[in-house]
């Protein structure tokens, strides 16, 4: 059979796509008349409006009334996307976004042969391999690997994809849906291979896998690495666009605490809240069975559950939580706040109870004292975006913390 010619139309529009996408024109750019545009690829002036036409359905230009055709900003033309614009996440956290393609090819041998055949593709089929690191400040905190089904979205090219973001790219470029895109999330302890491309603060990387299907088959496989505050930002992102797919534990109230599980914390506060699970989130806690004891006592007198972990296991587990259970998070220091934050657990607001007078701390409140470390905590809770506050108990007025 022979092979179906692309109209004239079609060829100039991908043409122009590429030169906006690739940052040959700029945002608000002009573009040529269409005279000299029909003269530059040598198709008439009817060629040249429908061309145009269509790149404007697609939003990468815009007209003005007498004045002509101008390129499109890039937030314009990625309205209605769904994606992650992990640069402009970094920058909203405060830190500066940097980013750079490590590796794109196209694979023309047999490797792979797992992923072409979850794409229905057979092994000497061409695939798109993707390679990309994100950076906060100096910190490596994101690593894409991705790979697309080639015959679906030919002619990517590096220039393009070191300009714009891959999937508002192939949705623009290909007239793809980001509605085919379902996000699954896990954590794990980092790997020797993960720890090659990312900065770690703590040993928890997420893993983010997102598929992208066409006609119910796969033509795009991504697993992104994240580090650091990053996991938290991009899953508060897609909670808002109603993407995400993993469970999000129902932390009624976290609290910082000397002593952590106490006749006013497991009565009068598990009460006051509603919860009905007390979770102490403590490394020397989780090894105390005579501090268990007499904790889990305190529970049994409100009517509550209660649970011991450590920091590790409360990063790794906390998100597998029922609905059914409403979780009172209880830690010892601002410090072990921060820790659980850094590995993703949704903590968006902290309760500081006691925090007792020891050589070296100030008061703060009543009963609160601190020193330099606890304050360089607190500062990176808030830095994250977590509301800190003072409060000894549910009837008190709250004293929002600043940064000190």
Request: proline share 3%.
């Amino acid at each position: 059979m022979a092979k179906k010619s692309v109209p004239l139309y079609q060829k100039m529009m991908v043409a122009i796509m590429h030169q906006v996408d690739a940052g040959a024109w700029h945002e608000d750019d002009k573009l040529p008349s269409e005279k000299i545009l029909g003269e530059q690829y040598q198709v008439s002036r009817i060629t040249v409006r429908k061309a145009l036409a269509e790149l404007q359905k697609r939003n990468y230009v815009y007209t003005k009334h007498g004045q002509g055709t101008f390129v499109t900003p890039r937030e314009r033309r990625n309205q209605g996307i769904d994606f992650w614009n992990t640069e402009q996440i970094i920058a909203q956290m405060g830190y500066h976004p940097s980013s750079s393609i490590d590796r794109f090819q196209v694979v023309t041998d047999y490797r792979y042969e797992d992923i072409k055949q979850q794409m229905g593709l057979n092994n000497d089929d061409y695939l798109y391999k993707i390679e990309k690191t994100y950076i906060a400040d100096s910190q490596r905190v994101m690593y894409r690997r991705v790979f697309i089904a080639y015959e679906r979205f030919p002619q990517i090219t590096l220039s393009e994809l070191e300009h714009t973001e891959i999937i508002p790219l192939i949705c623009r470029k290909y007239g793809f849906s980001t509605s085919n895109f379902p996000l699954s999330v896990t954590v794990v302890r980092a790997s020797k291979q993960t720890k090659h491309y990312l900065d770690h603060t703590h040993d928890n990387v997420y893993v983010f896998e997102r598929r992208g299907y066409d006609r119910d088959r796969m033509v795009y496989l991504e697993k992104a690495y994240v580090t650091g505050l990053l996991p938290l930002h991009l899953m508060t992102h897609d909670n808002e666009k109603g993407s995400f797919k993993m469970s999000t534990p129902d932390i009624v109230l976290t609290r910082i605490d000397n002593r952590l599980v106490h006749g006013q914390v497991g009565v009068v506060w598990t009460s006051a809240i509603g919860a009905n699970l007390l979770l102490v989130a403590n490394d020397a806690a989780a090894k105390d069975e005579l501090q268990q004891e007499l904790m889990t006592a305190t529970a049994e007198t409100a009517g509550v559950g209660i649970r011991f972990w450590t920091l590790d296991k409360t990063i790794s587990t906390i998100h597998k939580a029922s609905a059914r259970q409403h979780i009172f998070l209880v830690v010892k220091t601002p410090a072990d706040v921060l820790t659980l934050v850094k590995g993703g657990v949704p903590i968006t607001e902290v309760n500081v109870g006691n925090m007792h007078y020891s050589d070296g701390k100030e008061q703060i409140s009543k009963k609160v004292y601190m020193d330099q470390a606890d304050k360089d905590a607190i500062n990176g809770l808030i830095d994250a975006g977590v509301k800190v506050y003072i409060k000894d108990v549910p009837e008190d007025k709250e004293q929002v913390l600043q940064k000190f």
